[in-house]
């Protein structure tokens, strides 16, 4: 009896998103990327990603949790065009009855263009900072943030006539959403993993007029 066996995925093949998503689904404990048609295999994930992931994570939900028509994903694959498909760490999405533009096709993959895309940067930095803010910015995403966990920097870009301009925190070192009325990030309290810190600057924020404006639209 012939054993079809899957190659692993190598970092900087060459590969088509179709060949891309044939051996990636043979890696289960793998996290990989597909960028203009190249594979980059993740490093193993060590703390000071997983910590930033984990706050940033709980932060999204409870604001999708408390604010009707907003979704939000973790690790999500994401479906941009036949030579690029990213995994983000986190996506926050208006749902389609809300005018969102992504969306989760037959395959379970994100497409479209998400609302806000969220990464966290170790080894990943280059990448995130650069190709793929490209990418996000090409693909529409309107809101893009990178937590530099090494150096504790926040980056923040929203979308204006088709390209990014900076979306920096505030003099109190709050970073405030565009695009989501009372999504508040406390930079400070992400760098000291204060978690209730975090969410106590998050339920001010869902507690805010514009947020109640929001929910009733």
Same mark, same amino acid.
């Given at each position: 009896?012939?054993?079809?066996?899957?190659?692993?995925?190598?970092?900087?093949?060459?590969?088509?998103?179709?060949?891309?998503?044939?051996?990636?689904?043979?890696?289960?404990?793998?996290?990989?990327?597909?960028?203009?048609?190249?594979?980059?295999?993740?490093?193993?994930?060590?703390?000071?990603?997983?910590?930033?992931?984990?706050?940033?994570? *709980?932060?999204?939900?409870?604001?999708?949790?408390?604010?009707? *028509?907003?979704? =939000?994903?973790?690790?999500?694959?994401?479906?941009?065009?036949?030579?690029?498909?990213? &995994?983000? !760490?986190?996506?926050?999405?208006?749902?389609?009855?809300?005018?969102?533009?992504?969306?989760?096709?037959?395959?379970?993959?994100?497409?479209?263009?998400?609302?806000?895309?969220?990464?966290?940067?170790?080894?990943?930095?280059?990448? !995130?900072?650069?190709?793929?803010?490209?990418?996000?910015?090409?693909?529409?995403? &309107?809101?893009?943030?990178?937590?530099?966990?090494?150096?504790?920097?926040?980056? *923040?870009?929203?979308?204006?006539?088709?390209?990014?301009?900076?979306?920096?925190?505030?003099?109190?070192?709050?970073?405030? =959403? &565009?695009?989501?009325?009372?999504?508040? #990030? !406390?930079?400070?309290?992400?760098?000291?993993?204060?978690?209730?810190? #975090?969410?106590?600057?998050?339920?001010?924020?869902?507690?805010?007029?514009?947020?109640?404006?929001?929910?009733? *639209?």
């Amino acid at each position: 009896m012939r054993v079809v066996t899957t190659e692993p995925l190598r970092e900087g093949e060459a590969l088509t998103r179709d060949e891309f998503e044939r051996r990636y689904a043979a890696m289960p404990d793998a996290r990989a990327e597909l960028i203009e048609g190249i594979v980059h295999v993740a490093s193993p994930t060590k703390d000071l990603h997983a910590a930033a992931h984990n706050a940033l994570s *709980g932060w999204a939900m409870v604001y999708a949790a408390r604010t009707p *028509g907003v979704l =939000s994903r973790d690790n999500l694959s994401y479906r941009l065009d036949e030579r690029n498909e990213l &995994q983000p !760490d986190l996506v926050l999405m208006l749902s389609p009855a809300r005018g969102g533009r992504a969306r989760i096709d037959a395959d379970g993959f994100l497409v479209g263009a998400p609302e806000l895309v969220v990464e966290v940067a170790v080894a990943s930095a280059e990448r !995130d900072l650069g190709a793929k803010r490209a990418l996000y910015q090409r693909a529409g995403v &309107q809101e893009y943030l990178v937590w530099e966990a090494e150096a504790q920097q926040l980056h *923040g870009w929203a979308l204006h006539e088709g390209r990014y301009r900076p979306l920096m925190p505030d003099a109190e070192g709050v970073w405030r =959403s &565009q695009v989501f009325p009372g999504l508040w #990030l !406390d930079v400070s309290a992400l760098a000291r993993q204060d978690l209730a810190a #975090l969410l106590a600057r998050l339920e001010a924020g869902l507690r805010s007029p514009e947020h109640a404006v929001f929910c009733a *639209g």
